[in-house]
């Protein structure tokens, strides 16, 4: 995109994170606190008179705060989900005030590995400690009642979002009208738990990693990061749009008996690698990674999902997708299953699509429109409150 | 087991390991040629007069010559199909003269880059050339020349073995009469090819690697050794079989909110990374993993596999597993179509397992009585010849 290029048909134009701190200590479920810390958002649309069209984004492994728009000072740098949210789009930003936050122990900004232990003056490092998909929510509680917003309209997420989706209709049952829950599952399989294992022992030992205190030695383990990102890559993605995408094809005429770049697939690999290790921390990594193994409502009512939803009130919308093996659809619909057992309302649709769990970030139609309608049944008490400020 | 077991019913007992030098070149494919090399064997059974009964088992990833039987001095060490071969068994050494080879590139004793190489003087590392299915059979057919034997009455293996199996019917078409293809995949997805690629990243990013030249510096890149079996380990089993075998079971009670080993399948995960990297050399698993990437029949044929079976004439058995995804039964039965449209003899079995890929080593009732029964179908010139030697 040029500098001077307009801003995009639907998009919610130039926007900017925001800042705040909390002082008061977050209880984690590991049992430690974390005495202070802070969390940056960003927001889009108004907030209401009434604040009751709230709308949460909840992010997965990479992604943050930044969910649409573009910063005046990076044109280029797109919300992860800028093709679902802005005015007249999907999620609409006309009805909808729209909130994207970076959860704890992330490395977009919100208090995590890489920030200063206030009880050191030392990065954190190892002494981070892991959080879990039950203590994101719990800030992002927080981050609500600093905003004023009682209770959501929706929380949306796909993924390990839609974890998160589900734990605020468990943890703060009144405080959420509706769940968006994208390419979920209520917890991982063994299968699901080896992949993540893999990709943490990548991280653990490169030998750039010092047991998580690398910051101090100028160092990164990218080697770990880069072959964390190509085995969740090839997770993300079906092998139906892999073999579409890429095929057998070589880069170059022929085979190249040797162990450079050889086949497309490769080149693609290992240049997301590349790049995500430029710019994730690889701490970070173990603990989303860690959360997400961890993530299990079902633990706590003796592994009786149904049972774990007893409380819950909001209504859901579950979406998956065909192609989807890293969360296939047979998850989605333990969710549902679980939800009608306890008279919920329920909405399920299950989108073909050749992108496997990826899909959820994509722009299809018929999955777009879904959340569209959706989201326009969606009452909201007021309208938004046009050049007024929702903030307190 | 004991030292003092007897050998268990069906077993062929104990075995020792052969060793034959050729000094005629090998031309490989990439257009090396490779001077000098060793092929280490076991053979099991008798060869008949006629030398019609041998059968010939390829080896995949992880396996090499020592297919049946154990060795006097370690009695524990028992061939890696044993359930499937030995007197009364499904391939019957009562019946059949069995082979097992060590590829050339291994590193099981048949030379390969931690050989000596003679040009040098100094173990091949880097130097040894990346080798192909073709290549591997040619060398079996030198083997066989060795042997005395013009023709196999079958030649059998599981995924890469497999692929050997195949490659023998194209490569020498009148000295094989059938071909026993089980888990296999006419040429690899880009899925397969990238998991392939991120173990091959593991392996030559690690520190100890030193671009295959590690031999000499008396180091191993054990890291990269123990992620790449980690995640050839994940595409071997199934979803249902991890979960069946480890679901989400933790070793310790409850949450340890740490990065040691929690959950069971990651306690079976490293444990099966830390055997392997003690013992198999990552130039050989390189290249093994290169040849898988390569192996492909159609493409000397436009892409279509029809057509490369043209001069095919052997009769086919392929088997594939219901829950294997990393080779699925649809590339078996783009295998049998193939095979049909050239109006060869092809029975095809797709087997009700949960052990995915690596359901093609175990003992599986209905596997194997399929086995036994083609096996008997196939007709020696003569009886195996007793108390001689088959061999010139």
Chains 1, 2 share one sequence.
């Not at 977009?108 to 490092?125: F, L, M, R």
């Not at 997770?235 to 073999?243: F, K």
């Not at 939800?339 to 050749?354: F, H, P």
């Amino acid at each position: 995109m040029l500098l001077s290029a307009p801003p995009a048909p639907g998009s919610v134009g130039i926007v900017a994170p925001q800042r705040v701190s909390f002082d008061t200590p977050l209880p984690l479920l590991s049992g430690v606190s974390l005495e202070r810390y802070e969390l940056v958002y960003e927001t889009y649309g108004r907030l209401n008179a009434a604040k009751s069209n709230a709308v949460l984004v909840c992010h997965a492994l990479n992604a943050a705060h930044h969910v649409a728009g573009y910063y005046a000072d990076a044109l280029n740098n797109i919300g992860w989900w800028d093709n679902l949210i802005g005015p007249g789009k999907p999620l609409d930003t006309e009805r909808f005030f729209v909130i994207g936050v970076n959860n704890i122990g992330g490395c977009h900004g919100s208090t995590g590995p890489a920030s200063v232990n206030p009880a050191t003056g030392q990065p954190y490092g190892a002494d981070f400690p892991v959080v879990t998909v039950e203590d994101w929510v719990a800030a992002q509680a927080r981050l609500a009642d600093h905003l004023g917003i009682e209770r959501f309209a929706a929380v949306i997420g796909g993924s390990l979002g839609a974890m998160q989706a589900i734990q605020w209709t468990l943890g703060f049952p009144q405080r959420i009208g509706h769940a968006v829950v994208i390419a979920a599952a209520p917890k991982l399989s063994a299968q699901n738990i080896a992949f993540n294992e893999v990709a943490r022992q990548a991280i653990m030992t490169d030998p750039d990693f010092h047991g998580g205190n690398y910051y101090a030695r100028g160092v990164v383990p990218k080697r770990g990061l880069r072959l964390a990102r190509m085995i969740g890559h090839i997770t993300y993605l079906s092998d139906d749009a892999m073999m579409e995408k890429f095929g057998r094809m070589l880069r170059g005429d022929g085979l190249a008996f040797n162990f450079d770049v050889e086949f497309q697939v490769e080149s693609y690999l290992r240049h997301q690698g590349e790049k995500f290790a430029e710019y994730f921390d690889a701490n970070t990594y173990l603990r989303i990674t860690k959360a997400l193994d961890y993530f299990d409502p079902a633990a706590r009512t003796g592994g009786d999902l149904s049972a774990a939803f007893a409380h819950a009130q909001a209504s859901y919308l579950v979406i998956s997708f065909t192609s989807d093996w890293r969360f296939s659809p047979a998850r989605s619909r333990e969710i549902v299953k679980a939800l009608l057992d306890n008279r919920l309302n329920v909405t399920y649709a299950e989108i073909e699509s050749l992108h496997g769990h990826d899909a959820f970030l994509m722009d299809d139609r018929e999955y777009h429109e879904l959340l569209r309608a959706y989201f326009a049944g969606i009452a909201v008490d007021a309208e938004p409150v046009r050049g007024g400020t929702g903030t307190p």
